[in-house]
């Protein structure tokens, strides 16, 4: 499986950015899908991901500011951002789980300024 993501930039404080990833390979054996990111000199941590049972899973942090969508084939996963906060600032990190595999994507920065 291969993830492309994109749609990272610069923005400002209070701003909206979509991130988009695009899964290719060997697809049908994704069972999760989900973005992550990393800020610097930072841990890479959860932001949004999809359960096994269909749910979403959201960082108390972005809580009521992110939304995680996808395509119903797995094909893609978008991260809605709004409001967004310079503590946001990180590189995005889109994520596929298999049963035996994860994977990830190139990540792509987002930039939030005060």
């Known amino acids: 499986v291969q993830l492309q993501a994109s749609g990272g930039g610069l923005v400002q404080a209070g701003g909206s950015l979509r991130l988009s990833c695009a899964a290719s390979?060997?697809?049908?054996?994704?069972?999760?899908m989900g973005w992550y990111r990393q800020a610097q000199g930072k841990e890479r941590e959860l932001v949004a991901t999809?359960?096994?049972?269909?749910?979403?899973n959201y960082a108390d942090s972005v809580k009521g500011r992110f939304t995680i969508s996808r395509d119903n084939a797995n094909s893609a996963v978008y991260l809605q951002m709004n409001a967004l906060k310079p503590e946001d600032t990180a590189f995005y990190y889109c994520?596929?789980?298999?049963?035996?595999?994860?994977?990830w994507g190139q990540g792509t920065l987002v930039t939030v300024s005060s």
């Open positions: 994520n596929a789980r298999a049963s035996r595999d994860s994977f």
């Open positions: 390979g060997y697809i049908v054996s994704i069972i999760t």
């Open positions: 999809f359960t096994t049972g269909g749910g979403t």
